[in-house]
C-alpha cells in the first residue's frame, strides 16, 4: 500500500510538473497578454432585433469587380467609392459599371468624401489620406509620436474636421483575432484639422474602435467598440463637449461601421464575434492563449457565417434589424450606408458591394 501510495504521488507530481511545463510554453511562445472579456447574455431576440432573412434579398452591384470592399461612400453626384483588397480605390456609376481610380496599395478600409469632393480613405498603417487622380496624399501618419497600426474609419463635419479611428497600435489588420482575443484597450479616436494640419487624440484605451459618424447636428460622434458590443458617444458640442457616454450597448453583433441616413438614424454594421465556444474562451486568458493560435481560431471563429446591419435613432435606441441568418447571400457585413430607397452593403466575405431595395421590405 505505501508503495502505490508513493507510486500516485510521484505520477500526480509528474504530471502536475507536466502541465506547467506546458502552461509555461504556451504564455512564452503566445502572441497576446489577455485579459478577460466579460460580455453579457445577448438581447432577446424580438422586437427590433426579432430574427428574419431580410438581407438574402441583397443584390449585387460589380460582382467579381470589388473583392473585398469594406465601406463605400458617395458623392455629390450618386458615384459610390469602396477600396478592394487589390490595393485600388474604385468607383461605381449610377448605370452599375465599375472602375479603378487610384491605386493606393496596402489595406483601404475606411472611405470618405471631403467637403469640397476629395476623396479620402484610411490605410491601415500609412494612415489619412486624400486621394486624387493625380496622387495619394497621407494626412495623418501618427498621433501623439504613436504611428498608426490599423487606421479604420472617416467621418467629415461641415466645418472641415475630420473624425478617424486608429483601432489599435498593437496590432495590424491581419492580426485582429489576437485583438480581439487580448482584449485591451490599443484604440484610440482622432480628429485631424486641414487647417492646422494637426492630430488631436479625443479618445483612448478603446477596444478596438472600428466606426465613426456624426450625429445630424454634428453635436456628438458615435463610434463603435467593436469587441465591447457597444457604441459610445462623445460629445463635440454644448455643456458636455469632451466627455463620453454609452450611446448603445450590449448589441446583438459586433459593430463595425456607422453611417447616418441624412436624417438624425444611424446604421451599423453587425458582425457575428460571438458563439457558445467564444464566450467561454473570451471569459478565460488560458483558453486565450490556446485558441490564439492560427489555425484553432480559424476554426471558431463564426464571422463569415452571418450578415446584420441595425438601425439605431438618435436617441441610442434600437429601430430595426436586418439579417441573413446563414451568411449564404452576403457575409461578414462590415458597412452599411443609405442611399436614397436602397442600403449599400461593404463585406469581407464576397466580390460584389450588396444593395438593398427597401421599397421590396415592408
Not at 474562451?281 to 463564426?302: R, W
Request: proline fraction near 6%; charged fraction near 20%.
Amino acid at each position: 500500500m505505501a508503495s502505490w501510495t508513493v507510486t500516485s504521488t510521484t505520477v500526480l507530481c509528474v504530471f502536475i510538473a507536466f502541465l506547467g511545463a506546458v502552461w509555461i510554453q504556451l504564455v512564452k511562445q503566445s502572441a497576446i497578454d489577455p485579459l478577460p472579456l466579460l460580455l453579457p447574455p445577448l438581447p432577446v431576440a424580438e422586437g427590433p432585433y426579432a430574427p428574419n432573412s431580410i438581407l438574402q434579398l441583397t443584390e449585387k452591384v460589380g460582382d467579381g469587380l470589388l473583392r473585398g470592399a469594406e465601406d463605400i461612400a458617395v458623392d455629390r453626384e450618386g458615384v459610390i467609392y469602396t477600396a478592394t483588397r487589390d490595393g485600388w480605390v474604385k468607383r461605381i456609376w449610377p448605370n452599375g459599371s465599375v472602375e479603378d481610380f487610384k491605386y493606393v496599395g496596402g489595406n483601404v478600409l475606411g472611405v470618405a468624401i471631403g467637403n469640397h469632393g476629395e476623396v479620402l480613405v484610411c490605410e491601415t498603417v500609412k494612415g489619412l489620406l486624400n486621394v486624387t487622380l493625380d496622387e495619394v496624399t497621407v494626412l495623418s501618419g501618427e498621433a501623439d509620436g504613436v504611428k498608426y497600426k490599423l487606421t479604420n474609419a472617416i467621418a467629415v463635419a461641415s466645418n472641415g474636421l475630420i473624425y478617424f479611428t486608429d483601432a489599435s497600435s498593437k496590432y495590424l489588420l491581419e492580426e485582429w483575432p489576437l485583438d480581439l482575443l487580448e482584449a485591451r484597450p490599443h484604440g484610440r479616436l482622432l480628429q485631424y484639422n486641414p487647417q492646422s494640419g494637426t492630430t488631436s487624440v479625443l479618445l483612448s484605451n478603446l477596444k478596438f474602435p472600428n466606426g465613426v459618424a456624426l450625429s445630424a447636428k454634428e453635436d456628438f460622434a458615435v463610434v463603435c467598440e467593436t469587441w465591447t458590443h457597444r457604441c459610445l458617444k462623445y460629445w463635440l458640442q454644448g455643456k458636455d463637449k469632451g466627455t463620453t457616454e454609452i450611446f448603445i450597448d450590449n448589441l446583438p453583433g459586433a459593430p463595425d461601421n456607422i453611417h447616418q441616413t441624412g436624417n438624425g438614424p444611424f446604421w451599423i454594421a453587425l458582425l457575428k464575434l460571438r458563439s457558445p465556444i467564444l464566450d467561454i474562451v473570451y471569459k478565460h486568458p488560458f483558453l486565450k492563449h490556446i485558441a490564439g493560435k492560427p489555425f484553432i481560431f480559424s476554426k471558431i471563429n463564426p464571422v463569415a457565417m452571418d450578415a446584420a446591419v441595425l438601425k439605431v435613432g438618435e436617441d441610442g435606441q434600437p429601430i430595426v434589424r436586418y439579417q441573413d441568418p446563414t451568411g449564404k447571400r452576403i457575409a461578414f457585413l462590415t458597412s452599411v450606408h443609405q442611399i436614397g430607397d436602397y442600403l449599400y452593403f461593404g463585406n469581407l466575405a464576397t466580390e460584389f458591394v450588396g444593395r438593398l431595395n427597401l421599397n421590396k421590405v415592408a
